[in-house]
Nanobody, 126 residues
Framework: QVQLVESGGGSVQAGGSLRLSCVASGITFSTCDLAWFRQTPGKEREGVAAVDHLGNRNYADSVKDRFTFSRVNTANGEITLYLQMNSLGPEDTAMYYC?????????????????WGQGTQVTVSS
């Protein structure tokens, strides 16, 4: 059973940084593609960053040069995802979700992902 558990959200002032983490278990390293999405009330879920099983990365234009997505395959069969977020602005305020899927590449389309975490809130004040 695939499980994704996010952590690391919080409140920060504009210009600050946060690092989100997501532990993924029950998934096969060699075939899984992973991503971070975010969503604000009344809006569709937006792709932020993705990495495929080959390590290719894809970032939304709005976060390029500010956010960095990394993944670490741990010895106990889990994958830990990190989203380092720098130079945060109020527009980055959202619920952030990690997601996993197979054979979809480094896609930023939410509908392609089968597995989702519960989300972690990021709030950036001006």
């Amino acid at each position: 059973q695939v499980q994704l558990v996010e952590s690391g959200g919080g409140s920060v002032q504009a210009g600050g940084s946060l690092r989100l983490s997501c532990v993924a278990s029950g998934i096969t390293f060699s075939t899984c593609d992973l991503a971070w999405f975010r969503q604000t009330p009344g809006k569709e879920r937006e792709g932020v960053a993705a990495v495929d099983h080959l390590g290719n990365r894809n970032y939304a234009d709005s976060v390029k040069d500010r956010f960095t997505f990394s993944r670490v395959n741990t010895a106990n069969g889990e994958i830990t995802l990190y989203l380092q977020m720098n130079s945060l602005g109020p527009e980055d305020t959202a619920m952030y979700y990690c997601a996993a899927g197979r054979w979809i590449g480094a896609s930023l389309y939410a509908s392609l992902y089968n597995y989702w975490g519960q989300g972690t809130q990021v709030t950036v004040s001006s």
